[in-house]
């Protein structure tokens, strides 16, 4: 996959398991955080997730290597398909010291309407844009 997205995650105590390792829900808190800031990057503002007509519909997880505290952490982000209502995202926790992959998300976001709670459309606006970065073809 072709990441032309990253950005740094910064690992707190309070990340930690008992094992000493990133718990695997604030694993998913690190996808949410990359997933805005691409989105911000691809539109060139600050995203208001109260307005946004996009919302993550299905997660996948696949935890490769546990991530600890000294890791020097990114996540990686990019957008590969487009459906009439969805998208599919790809995104991997990887560690800049050893470019070791340590988790991988797949997820689909769809559009969606908050007033009548129902599936729309992905915006043309977004497609266009989303393209240009990811250089699509």
Same mark, same amino acid.
């Given at each position: 996959m072709?990441? %032309?997205f990253s950005t740094p995650i910064q690992i707190k105590m309070c990340d930690l398991d &008992?094992? +000493?390792h990133v718990n695997n829900g604030v694993q998913?808190?690190?996808f949410d955080y990359?997933?805005?800031?691409?989105?911000e990057k691809v539109f060139g503002e600050p995203i208001d997730w109260m307005t946004m007509?996009? *919302?993550? *519909?299905?997660v996948e997880l696949d935890f490769r %290597? &546990?991530?600890k505290i000294h890791d020097e952490i990114v996540c990686e982000t990019t957008i590969y398909e487009f459906g009439d209502k969805s998208l599919k995202m790809v995104q991997q926790l990887r560690c800049k010291k050893t470019n070791e992959v340590k988790t991988v998300c797949h997820c689909v976001l769809c559009g969606f309407d908050r007033e009548t709670e129902?599936?729309?459309p992905i915006q043309e606006r977004y497609k266009e844009r989303i393209? +240009?970065?990811?250089?699509? %073809?």
């Open positions: 072709n990441y %032309r &008992p094992f +000493a998913c808190n690190y990359g997933r805005g800031q691409y989105f007509d996009m *919302v993550l *519909v299905h %290597r &546990p991530i129902k599936s729309i393209t +240009a970065f990811e250089e699509m %073809r």
